[in-house]
């Protein structure tokens, strides 16, 4: 291998330490970039928002419970029937740090009480989506401001939409949700209380539900294919994951001792179900993927996908209305130039008035023109001189000032006189 340029190698105090070989060829140091990625990312933290929808009773907070270990959701209180009959829906936030080794995680969980639980529910997607759009906008405008060092992230990046489980297969409330945020928001759709069905009718619904995601064309969070390089666990684990959706998922909080080892489960008079178990539900799974393998993944298809689609569709909006208040204004600036002046039923009587101003005005000159010419004439038959011969010469006294006959007085006194009543 060719060795480095001299003033490369050198420094100022003379030659630079040889640098690091492995297997015999010369390491820069630049392998260490995501080390020094890792440490500034571990230092920053991180930040997750997970949505959950779904009516009440289906065991949303205990799932999210369960998933983080942690208690989000200790003073709830259950609704009463006479609340439910004119229940709106809600937004209810709760934050929550959680620290792992060293790594911290900012979970928000955003719950929407009263979704599905009116008795006209067909408009209840439409608070979730407001919502949505309220932090799409949001981080848009810190983005664009002037400090954009301290952005607060809390952008929807996961969806759990649990399905009840009676029926079989999507309800109108549940295509009609996932039809409006698809294109927002990464849906994850859940099967509440797996532990009411059979290994056989689960298999049943989550085929059904699969077909009504396909026929209505609902695109629901899809898993990214695995590379070349990783290894068959890996792969084996990703091709498990993307056969379980929908997620069957049973949550507990309570602690249940089975065998001599405490677990999460629910104990019943035919037996006990254990949440962490793969054989009764996909709890297990769905924290792998939603936490351990596809977190980064969601939060990525969330700033990529559907922020940059919401980013552009504003964008897009600014610059028609910009071009419409431009055309709008070019528009004024040629009224303005080419305008008339209009007579409104408010001025009429005003513009009446000068018309009949103006009217006796030219009828006054024209009887004074033909009164002047009348006299002009009169005058000029009586005394004035024949119309081929020219005046007679004025007279001059011996003082030098000027004398005409009494004639010619009259006939001035006659003009003074004219000019006078002009």
Known sequence: MPQAPAFLRESSKGLRPPAETKGGREMIGFATLPEQVHRKTVKRGFDFTLLVVGEAGLGKSTLVNSLFLTELYKDRKIPTVESLVKKTVEIEKKTVEI??????????????????DGVDCADDWK??????????NKYFQDESGLNRRNIQDHRVHCCLYFVPPYGHGLRQLDVEFMKRLHRKVNI???????DTFTKGEIAKLKANLLRDIEVNKIKIYQFPDCDEDEDEEFKQQDRELKASIPFAVIGSNCIIEVAGKRVRG???PWGIVEVENAAHCDFVKLRTMLISTHMQDMKEV?????????????ISQMHVALKERNKLRRDSISL?????????????????KLLEQKDEEIRRMQEMLSQMQQRLQGQELPGGPPPNKPPKPAHFGSS?????????????????????NV
């Open 99 to 116: 620290e792992e080794k060293g790594v911290k995680l900012r979970l928000t969980v955003v719950d929407t009480p009263g979704f599905g």
């Open 400 to 420: 030098g000032g000027r004398h005409g006959g009494p004639s010619a007085q009259m006939e001035g006194n006659a003009q003074r006189d004219s000019v006078i």
């Open 127 to 136: 608070s979730v989506e407001r919502y949505v759009d309220e932090q799409f």
């Open 266 to 268: 629910r104990q019943y």
């Open 302 to 314: 969330t700033q990529d996908i559907h922020y940059e689609n919401f980013r552009a569709q504003c």
């Open 336 to 352: 303005t130039a080419d305008a008339k002046p209009i007579i409104t039923p408010a001025n009429a009587d005003d513009a009446g």
């Open 188 to 194: 994850v759709p859940v099967i509440a209380k797996a």
